[in-house]
């Protein structure tokens, strides 16, 4: 309630206390109890470990969806319950269905399922409890959010051609006769003689488009060793480590964990270790490649090995709100009971899923950016991007450069 309201709650078991107290109260309890707002607790907050709650959702005019009901006549559910039960991705903790990389598959969320996957719906919740708390008591002053957007960029593949070592030149090569593409091959050579940019090479695009816009942007670096769903350059290639410091100078940078580190925690010390020595700073954000989570183990390793900040809390096949909230938040382990010093920042918006969208729906990628931005705008939250650098041809350079205009405050 303080970070999503502003607000100091003092937590009381005495009955009478609470019944004395001339501050706004909240009940919390199946106790009915007059000049307070009620709110009928479900049991999740009361029980300890991890139980397949059955949950059913349903439609209302003020809160438009809603678990965990109840026939309390302030608040028609235990908002508390279901915000935690979505905040900590509990059906995460559940035996689920997979996608191809072994992720949570988004089709199996509540969310989606039940049609609320584009609305930052916790944060709808806390605009009506607000509500709710003001026309019972008008004393009651309210945090002020301002809305922030952070444009992120993954650089999965710095370069397509260039900086690749004489043996995975070599075997582009021969992959361009085999399969007779001569138009890669010319492409290729002209590259590597230096004749033609890299088609990957966007990065003075981005830093003019940034400082032209006045957006705080943050690059994330994979890493990782070479592997089938890693393929960037070597982290002791000279001219890579030279992009990584140069791009450091204008922006943050951030580690891009590899696929291969996916629950290893060593091999993920490794990688914060070498994009540490590279930029001579300490490496305290992240996001996972192909933003791979597994609950609890993902971010139990992220906060072993130093990061502060998580910003993989999004799906990478649907635009949307994998946690149904559009502000930052610390993560709590429902395994441990703890509340964690990691705070997760939920990207909503992605370049890649867009196109794809925007080609299945017949629609624009302006239209299939806007509705999800305004969502975020609407309730002064924090919206995070992300786009890629071998993505950024004249098309992607055009629309990236409307995005910025569009998302901006």
Known sequence: MNDALGLEPIQTFNIEEFKNSALPKINY???????????LPHSILFNVGIKD????????????????????PDIPFDI??????????YEEYLPYKTDT????NYRSSLAYQYDFIEVPIINLWIEQLQFSLK??????????????????????????????????ALAGYAKDILSKDAASFRSRFKVISGNKKDPFDCYDFLINAHKQNQINAIYFFLLGDYGPNDKNQSATNLPFQSLIKSMADYSAVGIHPSFGSTNKIQQLKVEISRLSNIIHSPVTISR????????????????????EQDFSMGYTNINGFRASYCFPYKWYNIESELLTPLTINSF???????????TKQNKTLSEQALPIINEVKKYNGQLISIFHNDTFKDDMKNFYEDFLKMAKK
């Open 80 to 89: 508390f319950g279901a915000t935690f039960w979505l905040l900590s991705r």
């Open 29 to 39: 309890s199946d106790l009915k109890i007059e000049n307070c707002l009620s709110i």
């Open 288 to 307: 996972q490649h192909y933003s791979v989570l597994k609950f609890p183990k993902t971010y139990q390793n992220l906060l072993q090995a130093g990061i």
């Open 348 to 358: 909503c918006i992605a370049e890649n899923t867009m196109v794809y969208y925007a």
């Open 101 to 104: 990389y072994d992720r949570f």
């Open 53 to 72: 709650y059955p949950i059913e959702v349903s439609n209302h005019p003020q809160f438009f969806k809603l678990f965990f009901k109840s026939q309390n």
């Open 135 to 168: 026309k019972m008591f008008p004393v009651l002053k309210f945090k002020e959010h301002q809305y922030k957007f952070i444009s992120t960029i993954d650089i999965d593949n710095a370069f397509k051609f260039k900086h690749k070592g004489f043996v995975r």
